[in-house]
């Protein structure tokens, strides 16, 4: 299955509130779709959950893909006082509680 690799804040162009694209498909692959679903914990979270409609085990793998990303750009941030140290601790706090609800 096609994905995209990297959906993030960063790739998504809004226009009146509402998404209108999606850029930036240099990680873009055939593999895992779960790596597109780690936006869920970093932005969305249950409002993403109920609308992509994914099974239990894409929403696990989701998870883990969710857990790498931000372990991955903590391990970047020398500065406890970045700004991204506070999102990605909240989005394991997210991926954690969601394991534990959904387990």
């Given at each position: ?23 930036d498909f240099v990680t ?20 993403f959950r109920h609308t ?27 500065d406890p006082r970045d ?21």
């Open positions: 299955m096609w994905f995209h690799g990297d959906i993030g804040g960063n790739n998504l162009l809004v226009t009146d509130g509402k998404l209108s694209a999606v850029i873009s692959g055939i593999g895992d779709p779960a790596c597109d679903l780690v936006i869920a914990w970093a932005m969305l979270r249950e409002a992509v409609g994914q099974d239990d085990a894409t929403w696990a793998r989701a998870r883990g893909w969710a857990l790498w990303k931000s372990l991955l750009t903590l391990t970047q941030c020398p700004g991204r140290v506070a999102i990605h601790l909240d989005v394991i706090d997210a991926v954690l509680a969601d394991h534990e609800r959904f387990a």
